[in-house]
């Protein structure tokens, strides 16, 4: 089955400097790669994804980019602000709607 | 819109009770998926139906877990008997087919 895998597990930036999270996965099925942002007591929720037809995706501040025949994809935060601080998963989605998580990534903003 | 709604938000109880938790999803959704969570295994898929019918339920860990969801607005997730290795982060989550899964807030379970 599919594997992710998330670096890093800790990530700390000042405000303003960006942020990058990095995932492989290996099933090379896999065509559907969702981000999610998880803050403290709540379900993670949607922030961007990416299908495997497109190698880059932007909205805002927030941009992912995904290479298939590395087989990795990364989220990119540009300007970072305090309340971007949380807990970032990656995923993967081999076929049907069965979702693989990566181990997740806290980031702290520092104001 | 509402999004998918899960009760209790925290529940505490002895190692041996019974546990149900539930979930609503997102009306339209016809995939409904039960997650746990914890600090040592992260995001688990347990089981996730399809128009009602469970499909793969591979993850769900023993014979202690079950679950159901006997109509497109209603799922339980069933303990029986609670220990205290289950005390996690229950999360439900719904979507349409190669869509996006939207979670609920997550049910916090503490088994004594």
């Known amino acids: 089955g599919e594997n992710v895998e998330q670096h890093p597990s800790t990530l700390s930036v000042q405000e303003g400097d960006s942020a990058v999270i990095k995932c492989t996965y290996s099933?090379?099925?896999?065509?559907?790669f969702p981000w999610y942002k998880q803050e403290l007591g709540k379900g993670p929720q949607l922030i961007i994804d990416i299908r495997s037809n497109v190698g880059e995706k932007k909205d805002q501040r927030i941009a992912v980019t995904l290479n298939k025949t590395a087989k990795h994809f990364s989220l990119h935060i540009t300007e970072t602000q305090p309340e971007d601080s949380a807990v970032y998963f990656c995923a993967a989605v081999d076929h049907g709607n069965d979702m693989r998580f990566g181990a997740g990534t806290r980031l702290t903003v520092k104001p | 819109d509402a999004g998918v709604i899960q009760s209790p938000r925290h529940e505490v109880t002895e190692m041996g009770q019974e546990v149900t938790l539930r979930c609503k999803p997102i009306s339209g959704h016809d995939y409904l998926f039960w997650y746990r969570q914890t600090m040592m295994r992260g995001l688990e898929l347990l089981i996730y139906f399809n128009n009602n019918v469970p499909i793969d339920d591979s993850g769900m860990p023993e014979d202690r877990f079950s679950a159901k969801m006997p109509n497109a607005s209603f799922s339980t997730l069933k303990i029986q008997p609670s220990e205290p290795r289950d005390s996690a982060v229950y999360f439900c989550?719904?979507?349409?087919?190669?869509?996006?899964?939207?979670f609920g807030d997550g049910t916090r379970l503490s088994i004594l």
């Open positions: 099933d090379s099925a896999s065509n559907y």
């Open positions: 989550a719904s979507s349409l087919v190669n869509q996006p899964q939207h």
